[in-house]
Every structure is written in C-alpha cells, then in structure tokens.
C-alpha cells in the first residue's frame, strides 16, 4: 500500500492521511527514504543556514503556549544596534547565506523603525551579500512594504495551525490575537514581494491528524515558499503548557509520538509540495538528539543554528529544555556542519539557497 501510494504522481487527502496515521517503522522509512529522493531532485542534497538572532523577547501578545508571552514573569531583554550588527557580520564572515531576525511582537513605532534601519545597515555593511529572513509577526502593510523596500527578503509568518477553532483555542479571544488577520497578513507579505515562509506547532492538545494534514494542504493553496515547523514543547509556566503536563500528555511517550509526527510532516510537505525550502528546527532537536539529522533525512534542507550571543540565550526560552543555550555562534557552526555531513548532504556555504518555488513563481 506504501509503496502504490508513493509511486502515485500526485496524493489526494486521503492519502496524506494514510501516512500521517502510519505507525509502523519499516513502512515509514519509506516515506523518509522517498522524501529524502523529492529533496534531491528538486532542491539538492544541500543544507542552508540561517543565522538565528533572537534580538528581544519583548512582546505585547500572550499566546498559551509561549515561554516569552507577554504576562511570563520572564525577565525582558533588546539588544542594541551594534550586538545585532555584531551577529550579523559573523553570520556573513562565515559563509552563512542569510539571517533570521526573530523577535517577539510589537508594532509600536519605536520598534518598526529599529527594525528598518537594522535591515539598511546590514544590507549596507554585508554589501547586499547577506539575505535577510524577517520573523517578528503581525505588521501593517506598510510596515512590510517598509521593510522589504530596505533589503530584506523573507518573512516567516507561522499559521500555528490552520484550523480556526483550534488556533482560537491557543490564544487569547482579543483583537491582537484573530486567525482572519494571521491568513491576511500571509496574503499580504506574499503581495509585497516576499518570499513568504509559514508552518505549525505539532502535537498540539487538541490536533488531530486530520488538521496536519489539512496543514500541508493549507500551505499549497496559499502557495508558500518556506516551510518551518516543529514539534510543540511545553513551558511549564505557561498555560497551556500547565495544562498539558497535567492532563498527563507530556509523557515520554507523547513526546516521542510528537517528534514522530514533526518528522512526517516534513516529508509529507516534501512529497506534497516539492520545490519549497523547509527547515529541520531547532524543536526537533530538543526533543530527539539525532533531531535534525533526521528532520534532513525526511527531506528537510534548511538549518537555523542560533547565533544570538550567548548571554542573551537562556531569557529567549520559548519552550523547556532549548538546546544549545550554552553554546556560541562557532560552537554551533562546527557542531552542525558535522551533522550534516554526518548523512551525506553538504552545506551551502555563502549560498543564498533560495527556494526554486519562489524562483520559478517570481519568474511568472
Ligand atoms: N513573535 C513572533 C516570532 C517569535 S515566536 C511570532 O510569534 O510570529 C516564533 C515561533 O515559536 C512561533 O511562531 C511558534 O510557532 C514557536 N513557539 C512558541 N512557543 C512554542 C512552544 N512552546 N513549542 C514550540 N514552538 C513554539
Ligand atoms: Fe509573542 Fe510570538 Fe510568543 Fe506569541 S509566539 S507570545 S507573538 S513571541
């Protein structure tokens, strides 16, 4: 049945349920193994970097699941101009083709306006040679237009989930917090001229197999570029990561059901989607040591090692247990770029690695 599946040109619904809800290890080595072909034929056995640098975990919203939401007792911290710069430089001297610049959300003008000469200053420091993701949320439309307009390339919007009663169900019911202008603002960066990037959290309290794969369904209709997406992972000072630890579904167990499904749908949105660039995520990592390797092994091809300086590491926990906080930026480099190597892929040193959908898309 597998195998008839995989060798169909194109899947329907039913089939991505099919393997979604597949348990059994032989039969799933051979999506992975099939995943890991797409990827080869349609982006390279190549691994991108993208220097994460988690700038500040100041943020005006409270989604349930997040360590940095707005009412965690957290400590706050942003760092200055000349830091983010610093990172920036370090990411371009060692060959990484671009950055992620990641943040929690606020629209206030002090903050959009940090941001716009940081993109210019870098764009102007780095020759133009480093590509920017940008991942700080929801924005006006100017504020995007903005943005782009300076230098950077990329954005990285997370639907979270594309079912609407479960999205409401993972944030508060206030204004700031709506599923109709999360899809907006999607539609929107695609309009400015990004290429634009979504993905979910996996193994939610509440997800079903049925949405997952509505997930990847969702991101063909809104024609997305980059994928990034991983297991969710409990904080435990949040609410709903108290909730889940105490309904019993933090098991190791659970957990390993939840990486199970982050490997799945990396190689269903591989198989399913093809030409798009998707990330192995730092998610992954935390819950399974070999994480990434295997994320890259099921057709991921993207990497976000953290560059943010060490100091700031530990106050930016979205979730328990992060890997890497005790690391730096070359620690990382070192460490990563022998995993991958480790299956047989290369990195893409000094490559912008964009993804050929968005290529070919532009191209129209
Ligand atoms: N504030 C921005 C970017 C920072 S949060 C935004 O929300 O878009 C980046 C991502 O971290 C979120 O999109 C979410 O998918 C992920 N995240 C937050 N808490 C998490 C958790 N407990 N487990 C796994 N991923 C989490
Ligand atoms: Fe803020 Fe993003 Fe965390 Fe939501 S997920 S609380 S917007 S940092």
Redesign the pocket.
Known sequence: MVKEILAKPEYSREDLLYFMKLTDNQQLQLLYDAAHEMKKTHVGKKAYYRGLIEFSNI?T?D?F???IRKSSPQERYSMSRDEILEMALWAHENKYGSVTI????RQDAEFTGFVADLISEIKAKTNGELAMTL???EQPREVYEDWFNRGAQRYL??M?TSNKTLYQSLHPPTANHSYETRVECLKTLKNVGFQVGT?V?IGLPGQTPEDLVDDIIFYKKHDIDMIGM??????KD?PM?QQVIATGQDTPDARAQRFTYGLKMIALTRLYLKDVNIAATT?LQALHPMGRELGLKAGANILMPIITLREYRRKYQ??DDKPCIDDDPSHCKNCLTGRVESIGDTVGFGEWGDPPHFILRRGV
């Open positions: 943020c919203k989604c699941y997040c360590g990641q943040s929690g959300e991942c700080l949320g919007l997370r979270e993905g959290m991983g297991p969710y992972i409990v904080h949040t990561g998610a979205l979730y």
